[in-house]
């Protein structure tokens, strides 16, 4: 049983900052990649944020410069530093992570943090 928690959003005036956070926790042997997207009141969801497991990462244009992805592999977390925020960066964020248990390849998503920037 693998659970994923998120946390980190709130309410944030443009151009500050947020740090949003992914736990995986169980019998997890390792993490392949993580992903987070987001989704806007109306809009369909899109990828923001990758990042592999040798560390390769990559942006949607959108963020690009903004945003930064990161993971600890010792504590099973993932990271979305978001710097510069505007106010169309407002949606529900989702970490999506591909792992390995027993043996067994399987992705798992969080419940999704809210992000509000206010102008």
């Known amino acids: 049983q693998v659970q994923l928690v998120e946390s980190g959003g709130g309410l944030v005036q443009a151009g500050g900052s947020l740090r949003l956070s992914c736990a995986a926790s169980g019998s997890i042997s390792s993490i392949i990649a993580v992903r987070w997207y987001r989704q806007a009141p109306g809009k369909q969801r899109e990828l923001v944020a990758a990042?592999?497991?040798?560390?390769?990462?990559d942006y949607a244009n959108s963020i690009k410069g903004r945003f930064t992805i990161s993971r600890d592999n010792a504590k099973n977390t993932a990271y979305l530093q978001m710097n510069s925020l505007k106010p169309e960066d407002t949606a529900v964020y989702y970490c999506?992570?591909?792992?390995?248990?027993?043996?067994?390849?399987?992705?798992?998503g969080g419940q999704g943090t809210q992000v509000t920037v206010s102008s």
């Open positions: 999506n992570v591909e792992l390995v248990v027993s043996g067994v390849r399987n992705i798992y």
């Open positions: 990042i592999a497991g040798a560390g390769t990462t």
